[in-house]
C-alpha cells in the first residue's frame, strides 16, 4: 500500500499511456506526488548514477524490509504461457514471478 506523503515515480509503462483506473482522490489524500520520465534518450551517465544511487539508497531498504516488491501472482515455469496471457490482458496489480525448479543430481 502506498503511503501518506509518498512518491510514486514512473519512468515506463507497458499497458499504454493512460491510466484509466488511476484515483486522484487517492493521490491527493494521501498527499502522494506523481513524477513521470523515460530513460531512453538520457545519457549513460545519467542512468549509471541512477543505478548507483538506487543501489546506495535503496537496496537496504529491500534487505530490512522496508520496501517490498509487490508481486501479483508466482508461476511455474510450465504455466509460463498462462503467466504471458494474463500480462497480455493488462491483469497485473504487481510484478509476475516464474519459478524455476532445477533438479539437483
Partial sequence: MIGIDSRWIVYSYQSGPEADK???NTLMRKRITLSGT???ARPIDYKANLVKQFQDEAINGFVDGKLKSIIDKTWP???IADAHKYMEDNLTMGKLVVTVIQDKQ
Fill in 22 to 24: 488511476l484515483s486522484f
Fill in 38 to 40: 523515460v530513460l531512453r
Fill in 77 to 79: 515455469m510450465e504455466q
